[in-house]
């Protein structure tokens, strides 16, 4: 029997937790409970380079303590990079990737070209294939993008395309927006958006609960879940904790670590009590 409510939180270890993960953690839990459905947590951690495992040790420690509890096995997705590769060859075979070799740099430089911003450069074409040929054979590392133009003549256009949002309703998808993803990272293999879809219909997630700072990546995993034939969950993107100085939470901003606030004494009662629970 498949569960009514299936969710998840999904953090990537390359850092401590703050209390903006406290809240997306505890609003997806509750929301599992309220529904008498499941809660797993997901560890996303492709980026090897930054992720660590002393952050993964603390995630598990952070969470228990402010009173979660999660399915085990947990899926860590540098476990399952062949079901990433398979989603990959999928889409490649249909025609729907091409190589970019543009380093960091180059693009920046483009966008700040572009008479019409960054939307230009990233609505790419494929190279010239004597050119392509000539960059792989001197071993130039390559990432690789969705084809917007591509995947809509594969849809006859994103016109159907849509996701229920709890808080809005039926959204149309706008994949375009977020012009021609990157799906395979030059360093990775893999990018967070084809991770992110291929794990949420393997576990069977049937809530993704996560933070309105996700709302732009939903409209880009509705159109992956399309092309690849995947169900699509329905959404609830909540809104973004914010410290008493108005700004968000944020790992590069230096929050405060949970493990900082469980140091100076505070009670994960009196967390859920501030963040109001
Ligand atoms: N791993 C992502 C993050 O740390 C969240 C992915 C998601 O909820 O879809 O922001």
């Given at each position: 029997m498949t569960a009514a409510f299936v969710t998840r939180f999904a953090p990537s270890p390359?850092?401590?937790?703050?209390?903006?993960?406290?809240?997306?953690?505890?609003?997806?839990?509750?929301a599992a409970q309220a529904a008498g459905g499941r809660f797993i947590l997901r560890i996303e951690d492709i980026d090897r380079t930054r992720c660590r495992p002393e952050y993964e040790a603390a995630t598990y420690e952070d969470l228990a303590w402010i009173g979660l509890a999660w399915e085990q096995p947990v899926r860590r997705q540098s476990e399952h990079m062949d079901d990433y590769q398979r989603a990959l060859d999928r889409l490649a075979a249909d025609g729907l990737?091409?190589?970019?070799f543009r380093t960091r740099r180059?693009?920046?430089?483009?966008?700040?070209?572009?008479?019409h911003g960054a939307m230009e450069v990233f609505r790419?074409?494929?190279?010239?294939?004597?050119d392509e040929a000539r960059r792989l054979a001197a071993g130039e590392p390559f990432a690789w993008r969705l084809s917007l133009a591509a995947a809509a003549r594969r849809l006859g256009g994103f016109d159907g395309l849509a996701f229920v949002d709890e808080g809005r309703g039926t959204v149309p998808a706008r994949p375009e927006l977020g012009g021609d993803v990157v799906l395979a990272r030059k360093d990775v293999g893999v990018a967070y958006h084809l991770a992110v879809v291929v794990d949420d219909a393997l576990q069977g997630i049937t809530h993704v609960i996560r933070g309105e700072d996700?709302?732009?990546?939903?409209?880009?995993q509705r159109l992956l879940q399309a092309l690849l034939g995947l169900p699509t969950p329905v959404y609830r993107h909540h809104r973004l904790l914010t410290a008493p100085?108005?700004?968000?939470?944020?790992?590069?901003?230096?929050?405060?670590?949970?493990?900082?606030?469980?140091?100076?004494?505070?009670?994960?009662?009196?967390?859920r009590r501030e963040m109001g629970f």
């Amino acid at each position: 029997m498949t569960a009514a409510f299936v969710t998840r939180f999904a953090p990537s270890p390359t850092g401590y937790l703050h209390r903006g993960h406290a809240f997306s953690a505890l609003v997806a839990f509750e929301a599992a409970q309220a529904a008498g459905g499941r809660f797993i947590l997901r560890i996303e951690d492709i980026d090897r380079t930054r992720c660590r495992p002393e952050y993964e040790a603390a995630t598990y420690e952070d969470l228990a303590w402010i009173g979660l509890a999660w399915e085990q096995p947990v899926r860590r997705q540098s476990e399952h990079m062949d079901d990433y590769q398979r989603a990959l060859d999928r889409l490649a075979a249909d025609g729907l990737l091409y190589r970019c070799f543009r380093t960091r740099r180059e693009i920046a430089e483009e966008i700040a070209r572009a008479p019409h911003g960054a939307m230009e450069v990233f609505r790419g074409a494929p190279l010239a294939a004597e050119d392509e040929a000539r960059r792989l054979a001197a071993g130039e590392p390559f990432a690789w993008r969705l084809s917007l133009a591509a995947a809509a003549r594969r849809l006859g256009g994103f016109d159907g395309l849509a996701f229920v949002d709890e808080g809005r309703g039926t959204v149309p998808a706008r994949p375009e927006l977020g012009g021609d993803v990157v799906l395979a990272r030059k360093d990775v293999g893999v990018a967070y958006h084809l991770a992110v879809v291929v794990d949420d219909a393997l576990q069977g997630i049937t809530h993704v609960i996560r933070g309105e700072d996700l709302f732009e990546a939903t409209h880009v995993q509705r159109l992956l879940q399309a092309l690849l034939g995947l169900p699509t969950p329905v959404y609830r993107h909540h809104r973004l904790l914010t410290a008493p100085d108005g700004r968000r939470y944020a790992k590069r901003d230096r929050a405060e670590t949970l493990r900082e606030l469980r140091a100076r004494g505070m009670s994960p009662a009196e967390l859920r009590r501030e963040m109001g629970f």
